[in-house]
């Protein structure tokens, strides 16, 4: 069966420092893969997808960026934090026609001080 | 217009009750339709798929209604680990596979 692991689960840093949160998805191959943010209290939010290696497309312009070096490893990274970048980063896979759902990671919550 | 709108709630109701929650969507372009759960802090997950003529699993029944452009969820005999948040997601059908989320309705199931 498939599953998806995210690392670290809890990460504090500070501002202007860099970032990189990884993904990593088993039992599957070709998989789509997409990085969301859930901010305190608000929805989620897709940043950035992938459907294969090297290929990223980003949904919001921002300091962040995301790599998928190989086919079932999705990376998320920054230079340097801001405050705004605070939340919960959730890590999503499918695979499949258009009609099947997203599964998700158990995220990576990060506190920016 | 937002791609996906839900009523945030909340919605507090006793075990054993019955609640409904509507979510609509603007793009009649939309194909597929899901309901995901997510527990406080928790990662979302899948809760069932929204089929076409509606479906049920359980004590929960997903209908879709294609000419008002909205789906809905029953949860019936509510237990109070039916207590988190529910999200309704869905895609226009590209190979892409991206999901357009509601932000969610939140239920509280009291003793």
């Known amino acids: 069966s498939q599953t998806i692991h995210q690392w670290p689960a809890t990460l504090v840093q500070p501002v202007g420092s860099p970032l990189s949160l990884e993904c990593t998805v088993e039992?599957?191959?070709?998989?789509?893969l997409y990085w969301y943010r859930q901010a305190a209290g608000r929805g989620l939010q897709l940043l950035f997808y992938s459907v294969g290696i090297g290929q990223i497309s980003s949904e919001v312009p921002q300091n962040l960026s995301a790599s998928r070096p190989q086919d079932r490893q999705f990376i998320l990274s920054s230079k340097k934090l801001l405050l705004s970048d605070s939340g919960f980063y959730l890590c999503?896979?499918?695979?499949?026609?258009?009609?099947?759902?997203?599964?998700f990671g158990d995220g990576t919550r990060l506190s920016i001080l | 217009r937002k791609e996906v709108e839900q009523d945030p709630g909340p919605f507090n109701v006793p075990e054993g009750a019955t609640v409904a929650f509507n979510c609509t969507y603007s793009n009649s372009a939309s194909q597929s339709f899901f309901w995901y759960r997510q527990d406080c802090r928790k990662e979302p997950k899948l809760l069932m798929s929204?089929?076409?003529s509606g479906n049920e699993d359980g004590r929960f029944t997903a209908q879709l209604n294609r000419a008002s452009q909205y789906i809905s969820l029953l949860i019936r005999d509510s237990k109070l680990s039916d207590s988190a948040t529910y999200l309704c997601?869905?895609?226009?059908?590209?190979?892409?596979?991206?999901?357009?989320f509601g932000r969610g309705t939140q239920l509280t199931v009291w003793p």
């Open positions: 999503a896979w499918k695979t499949g026609g258009w009609d099947q759902p997203q599964h």
């Open positions: 997601a869905l895609t226009r059908g590209s190979t892409l596979g991206r999901l357009y």
């Open positions: 039992g599957t191959s070709n998989p789509n």
């Open positions: 929204v089929y076409s």
